[in-house]
């Protein structure tokens, strides 16, 4: 009986292979506008010549940092469900989920704050339904992580 009143918490990978594909969406999208040295998503609110212009970089170069990031988010997505992360310190994997966390946070909270409130970047409900998706899957990613590695669970 005292299973059944406190619940093991469970540690899930679909998480992490969802975001990972997001993740890769996310450097496809910016590879193709950095081919284009635009600013911006596919899909997304169009970004103007003149903030273009008044970018503090190249916009090729920023759009191809850009996804160069969503390549290595989706390899840290794999690593927190895969042999190979087990090879990644905990305190390490924890900092750089932490930090991948306040980016989608970052990321996702925009869009969906734009989307539902109003700001004035221009990201429609579906892209704030998707911000807020990725928000919810990193959070269980990082949650799910804690718990795989904690002391004593396989």
């Known amino acids: 009986m ?12 679909w998480p992490a292979y969802a975001l990972a594909v997001l993740f890769l969406g996310y450097a496809a999208g910016k590879a193709v ?7 911006g998503f596919p899909g997304g609110p169009p970004v103007s ?3 273009t212009a008044g970018y503090f970089m190249d916009a090729a170069v920023g759009q191809w940092l850009a996804s160069a990031s969503g390549l290595l988010a989706a390899c840290v997505a794999v690593a927190t469900v895969t042999a190979s992360g087990r090879r990644v310190p905990r305190g390490l994997m924890v900092f750089v989920l932490g930090v991948l966390l306040l980016a989608v946070i970052g990321g996702g909270g ?4 734009d989307a539902f409130v109003g700001i004035g970047v221009g990201w429609q409900w579906y892209h704030g339904v998707l911000g807020a998706v990725a928000i919810g899957l ?8 804690v718990v795989r590695t904690r002391r004593g669970v396989a």
């Open 138 to 145: 990193s959070l269980e990613m990082v949650r799910s992580y």
């Open 110 to 113: 925009t869009m969906a704050l």
């Open 33 to 39: 506008f950095a081919l284009q040295a635009r600013l």
């Open 49 to 51: 010549a003149a903030e």
């Open 2 to 13: 005292a299973d059944s009143v406190r619940p093991q918490a469970r540690s899930r990978r």
